[in-house]
Antibody, heavy 119, light 106 residues
Framework: QVQLQESGPGLVKPSETLSLTCTVS?????????WGWIRQPPGKGLEWIGT???????YYNPSLKSRVTISVDTSKNQFSLKLSSVTAADTAVYYC????????????WGKGTTVTVSS | EIVLTQSPGTLSLSPGERATLSCRVS???????LAWYQQKPDQAPRLLIY???YRATGIPDRFSGSGSGTDFTLTISRLEPADFAVYYC????????FGGGTKVEI
């Protein structure tokens, strides 16, 4: 059974870069599927950040595209998120997720990790 | 940009009652590209419905989805205690956007 686990710092200073990693277990990362990031600010709804295929093809939310980089390390069954120039508005629970296509419904979610932007 | 508007914001019901949740889309979309999720406190969302009306694996048949064009509905036929949660609709295909959510409370 596929499982996703987010990891990374829980606290990031304003203007710095937020970095998170998602480790995929129970599934061969290179066998297919698309892998992405979604976030949820406290008490608010869900926002798609971006998606990557194991080949490295990426798809980003236009509203975040200038600050987002998603990359993949197939040897470690991991993919990562970098969000630059963060502000308090980037404080959220960050979920990694799996979908069958780049712009598709999400069938597997990680448990989520809370990232707070504060000095 | 496609915008999804969910109503009502909060639905107050009792166990055993029927819940009807609405998701209105700002422009007509293919019904193939509408999903519903359930989220409980401090948990990740769980996929309930995809393609507007297809239940995801393991989802009980008291959950059903319907609709087309710009108006979609999630119906829970008889609420069980575990169903009190927040529900989100999602458009996918050309973009990936979520509605603001409907909270179903006791």
């Amino acid at each position: 059974q596929v499982q996703l686990q987010e990891s990374g710092p829980g606290l990031v200073k304003p203007s710095e870069t937020l970095s998170l990693t998602c480790t995929v277990s129970g599934y061969s990362f290179s066998s297919g599927y698309y892998w992405g990031w979604i976030r949820q600010p406290p008490g608010k709804g869900l926002e798609w950040i971006g998606t990557i295929y194991h080949t490295g093809s990426t798809y980003y939310n236009p509203s975040l595209k200038s600050r987002v980089t998603i990359s993949v390390d197939t040897s470690k069954n991991q993919f990562s998120l970098k969000l630059s120039s963060v502000t308090a508005a980037d404080t959220a629970v960050y979920y990694c997720a799996r979908s069958a296509a780049a712009m598709y419904y999400i069938d597997v979610w990680g448990k989520g990790t809370t990232v707070t932007v504060s000095s | 940009e496609i915008v999804l508007t969910q109503s009502p914001g909060t639905l107050s019901l009792s166990p055993g009652e029927r819940a009807t949740l609405s998701c209105r889309v700002s422009q007509s979309i293919s019904s193939s590209y509408l999903a519903w999720y359930q989220q409980k406190p401090d948990q990740a969302p769980r996929l309930l419905i995809y393609g507007a009306s297809y239940r995801a694996t393991g989802i009980p048949d008291r959950f059903s989805g319907s609709g087309s064009g710009t108006d979609f509905t999630l119906t829970i036929s008889r609420l069980e205690p575990a169903d009190f949660a927040v529900y989100y609709c999602q458009h996918y295909g050309t973009s990936l956007t979520f509605g603001g959510g409907t909270k179903v409370e006791i």
